[in-house]
């Protein structure tokens, strides 16, 4: 009885035995289980981590998983332990969380970094092993991020670790990291070849690269790239083209901010503003209307595309249809196109019909000083996308333009005589150069006319300053009737005045003094019949042309100075 009793404790001990193994088998697969579940969800996430990190790094689509899978082979071809190869993968997919931490204008410059750029650049791998260190994931990973740009010569960085003293992982990502941003197109170089990236990285063996990894990541590439190829998810392509969508546009938001403060050209603001928006927006035309304080229209200062010359100049009514709503209430108008928006300029060129608009108001100090519209040939072309990248064009370029036509009105000033209104010696030298210039690159003549008004001393001295300032008012106008529109007319200095004239010959510059001295005498003769005892004022005219009288604005103003003199003396004589 013993004996048996004996032998049924056994057996209940061992029964017993046998359930505690089952159930402690049964909570180790829940456990390995549920350690999976965890490490699929980390790697989801680190997985959606790496493609935010790609987007705004500027880094090639599908870098990271790439990266991964070259590591993943190359770390089971060395038999490293599975929780190593894990780490490895992990740090493969993060490896560029660091560059978050870099300038975006540093990662997308593409020319070569300037020596503090590239300080900020490589200090990527040890903000990115900062942080993850706040993170769950294993030290080895961090330690694998911090050393991936080390050299197994030593001359690499953050730490100039060789050898075996960096970590295998670290090793392994180097290689297969650099493989990757080889084959795959970058912003600053093209791609190279499958062959010529292998050839590289094995010629760097021993130096750059650990021989050891060199020769796992050879023997597994070409498997992996079929598989890559093999496994390439069409269903991931709209939801990446969404992100990168994102990042284009707020890279070119930003391009465009830094653009505003480059410039105080108004010309060259305005074109500014048209090349981002080309990038971002579907447009057959883009104009830009600015407020004209003196007549309160909105008057168009740049225009692009269909009808451009049309619009260019052209007017819109401030608080009326689409544009002038747009203006006088700060916000961004969808419509269809109507003609009566705004007043169109005559021209000769065909007319393009336009079937929507989307006005933008230009903000500046919490006014309006102007509107962007676009406009398409087809109806209802605008929706929300465009209405909200517009709208963000306009209120990154509002206050750009508002300081650019300060400068403008404030260097019209400072060239324009007060007087008489017209351009001043100041403005004379610039543009004098300028048409020489085109002279010059053309092979055209240029004339240069040097006037001086005769008697007009007596005008002052008889009718006094006043009076005198008059008469230079109204011989300015008188002056300038006599001249094409593109002629040029300075007040030099009292009562000299200059003339330029754009491809112009001897013979036509002296058809253009003759007029201008019969003006002179008319404008004379008819105050003097107002007014008895008005002097008899004339014009004495001298004339220079450009290339035979000289090359350079000085020696014409001369020549025409002398030529002036000259006739004046003449004159007296007579």
């Not at 010696?425 to 008004?453: P, T």
């Amino acid at each position: 009885m013993d004996e048996l009793a004996w032998v049924a404790g056994c057996g209940g001990a061992w029964a017993a035995c046998v359930a505690l193994a089952v159930r402690a088998r049964r909570q180790a697969r829940r456990l390995r289980c549920e350690r999976l579940r965890h490490r699929e969800a980390a790697v989801g996430l680190a997985e959606l981590a790496a493609q935010a990190v790609e987007a705004r790094a500027g880094s090639a689509r599908g870098h990271a998983a790439r990266v991964r899978a070259y590591c993943a082979a190359a770390a089971k071809s060395l038999r490293l332990p599975p929780a190593v190869q894990a780490d490895v993968e992990m740090a493969a997919l993060l490896h560029e969380v660091g560059r978050l931490a870099v300038p975006c204008g540093i990662l997308e410059r593409p020319g070569p970094l300037r020596p503090v750029e590239l300080e900020a650049a490589r200090q990527f791998a040890e903000m990115g092993a900062r942080i993850l260190a706040g993170t769950p994931l294993s030290p080895r990973v961090c330690r694998i991020v911090r050393h991936q740009r080390e050299r197994f010569d030593g001359q690499g960085y953050p730490d100039r670790l060789a050898g075996a003293d960096i970590p295998l992982g670290a090793r392994i990502l180097a290689v297969a990291d650099t493989y990757d941003l080889l084959v795959a197109s970058r912003h600053y170089r093209p791609r190279v070849s499958h062959q010529t990236a292998l050839a590289e990285i094995e010629a760097a063996a021993g130096a750059q690269f650990d021989p050891v990894v060199v020769d796992a990541f050879a023997r597994t590439v070409d498997e992996v790239n079929a598989g890559l190829a093999a496994s390439s998810d069409p269903a991931l392509r709209p939801a990446w083209g969404h992100v990168t969508r994102a990042q284009r546009e707020s890279q070119v938001l930003r391009d465009l901010a830094a653009e505003m403060g480059t410039t105080l050209s108004l010309d060259e603001t305005i074109q500014a503003v048209f090349d981002r928006l080309d990038e971002l927006v579907e447009c057959s035309a883009a104009v830009v209307f600015l407020e004209d304080e003196q007549s309160g229209y909105l008057r168009a200062r740049g225009a692009r595309g269909a009808n451009s010359a049309a619009f260019l100049d052209s007017r819109a009514r401030m608080g009326a249809y689409v544009t002038g709503r747009a203006a006088s209430r700060c916000e961004v108008l969808r419509a269809s196109f109507v003609e009566a928006d705004v007043m169109i300029s005559p021209t000769l060129e065909p007319w393009t019909p336009l079937r929507s608009t989307l006005a933008v108001p230009l903000v500046a100090n919490g006014r309006a000083v102007g509107t962007l519209n676009l406009y398409h040939e087809l109806p209802d072309a605008f929706g929300a996308d465009a209405e909200r990248i517009a709208g963000a064009i306009g209120e990154i370029a509002g206050r750009a333009l508002e300081n650019a036509r300060a400068f403008q009105h404030a260097q019209d000033t400072a060239r324009t005589d007060p007087l008489t209104g017209l351009r001043n010696a100041r403005f004379l030298q610039q543009c004098l150069e300028q048409e020489l210039n085109r002279a010059r690159k053309n092979g055209h003549n240029a004339a240069v006319l040097g006037i001086d008004l005769d008697r007009f001393k007596q005008v002052n001295d008889t009718f006094g300053h006043d009076r005198g300032d008059q008469v230079l008012r109204e011989l300015g106008i008188t002056l300038q009737q006599q001249l094409r529109n593109y002629d040029i007319l300075v007040r030099y200095a009292g009562d000299e005045f200059v003339v330029v004239l754009p491809e112009t010959d001897r013979s036509d510059a002296a058809v253009v003094a003759g007029r201008i001295r019969a003006a002179v005498e008319r404008y004379a003769d008819s105050v003097r019949r107002h007014e008895p005892g008005f002097p008899h004022v004339g014009a004495s005219v001298g004339i220079a042309v450009y290339p035979e009288d000289g090359q350079q604005p000085a020696d014409l103003l001369a020549r025409a100075d002398s030529e002036m003199y000259a006739e004046k003396r003449l004159r007296r004589a007579a």
